[in-house]
């Protein structure tokens, strides 16, 4: 089947954090490009477009990610892109100052609802004929300031988390299959334009293009948005 006709059938694509303003820009962007959007937040949004299906989950809880995961797999038939935008961020004023209390916040939201999703929609992507996951992570999660424990060893945790789903993706003789999981750098998302930062639709644009690119050049990369 061609990129053409994959996109005039409608992919499936989940979001996760749909709620939030990245959310909404991505879900909107991919829905205006004909995909079949899975709009899941921790409660119900109305969407204006009939391709946007909402959804709540808690993807807190693993038993209730899978079992979204299982439901929308078999309302659809396929699962082409799940892009998780659920996140958090605690910082502090020096290292000393760390606060515990935001590693276990940020390792709830960063890390565990990640690891919960990617764990319940692994196979649905990487049977899918060009499966897609994205993250998006910060350059704290390789550079850390010294405010920033908490912050990027939670962002470094995801990006190794994907990173393993990628090579999960790969195939054992090398060639690899058709699916991607990709990592999408920003310093900041913003919804109006500020240098250096990463506007919200330009995200959007990059979400959408994830599958107008090989999986071969996408598949445990880290692409720099700032």
Known sequence: MTETSRTA?????????ANGAAGR????RLAAGGARVVAAGRTVRQWDSPRIAPAAVDLLDPDATRRFADAVTAEHGRVDGLVHLVGGWRGAPSFAATDLADWTFLHDQVVRTLQHTTLAFHDALRDAPSGRFA?????????PDAGSAAYGAAKAAAETWTLAMAASFA???GSGTGSAATILVVKALVSEAK????HVDDLASTVAGLWDRPASELNGTRLDLS
Do not use: H, K, Y
């Open 171 to 173: 195939s054992a003789d």
């Open 9 to 17: 059938d409608g992919r499936v694509v989940v979001v996760t954090g």
């Open 25 to 28: 820009a991505v879900t909107e």
């Open 135 to 143: 993250m998006v992570s910060q350059p704290a999660a390789r550079r």
């Open 195 to 198: 240098p250096g930062l990463t």
